[in-house]
Each structure stands twice: as structure tokens, then as C-alpha cells.
């Protein structure tokens, strides 16, 4: 009884599944963000005073990580958009959607180990 209860919550899905997942994840994370910035840049109806302290807490080295993870949900819903338009568009797209969901991985980690050094750099430099 207990297996077939952690059977049920155990994941069980392939490659598709997981890359239909993280594009849905990573496309509500850019929505939120895009939401937020508009309630940010909002502030300035408010007054200069509520918009420069807005603008001061972004310089919080928190929100240079939030920009890391930002910035990793732009890449991988970008690449895995291309990866599926190719997929639905091409007649022989579905044979070889796992080796692009791969490649996807790859060229993400390839522009995200780079970018996010360069991005963290200055909060650790001091």
C-alpha cells in the first residue's frame, strides 16, 4: 500500500514532460517578473522619493542573485521555445525532440556558467 502511495507521488514522467514543466516554470517566473517591473516602474506616479527607493533596493546584492535566476529562466525558456517550435514545424521534429531537450541543456549550462560569474562577480569582488 505505502509503495503504490509513493508510486502515484513519484515522478513518472520522460524528457517531454520534464521540459514541458520547467518551459511552464520558467515562463511564470519571466510573467512575475515582468508584473513586478511594471508595479516598479509605477512608482514614479507616486514620487521620486518611492521611486529612487525602489531603485535603491535593487542594488541589494540579493536581488543581483534574483537577476541570475531571472536571467537562467530567460535562457532555457528561449532555447526550449526554439527547441519545440522546431519540434512542432519540422515533419520529423518528434524523433529527435529528446536529443534537442539535451542540447538545450547544454548550450543553457554553456551561456549560464559564464554569465553568472560575471554577474556575481561584483558582489564578491569587495
Do not use: C
Not at 513586478?36 to 521611486?51: K, L
Not at 541589494?60 to 532555447?79: C, D, K, N, T, Y
Amino acid at each position: 500500500m505505502i509503495r503504490k502511495i509513493i508510486g502515484l507521488l513519484t515522478y513518472q514522467g520522460g524528457v517531454g514532460q520534464w521540459s514541458y514543466t520547467l518551459h511552464r516554470l520558467t515562463g511564470i517566473g519571466v510573467f512575475i517578473f515582468l508584473l513586478a517591473h511594471i508595479v516598479d516602474t509605477a512608482f514614479i506616479m507616486i514620487g521620486q522619493e518611492a521611486y529612487n527607493a525602489m531603485v535603491n533596493l535593487y542594488r541589494h546584492p540579493a536581488f543581483r542573485v534574483s537577476e541570475v535566476f531571472l536571467f537562467g529562466a530567460l535562457i532555457f525558456h528561449s532555447l526550449n521555445g526554439v527547441r519545440v517550435a522546431i519540434v512542432d514545424l519540422t515533419v520529423k521534429g518528434t524523433l529527435w525532440h529528446k536529443q534537442m531537450f539535451w542540447g538545450v541543456v547544454v548550450l543553457f549550462i554553456l551561456i549560464m556558467v559564464p554569465s553568472t560569474y560575471i554577474m556575481l562577480h561584483p558582489i564578491f569582488s569587495k
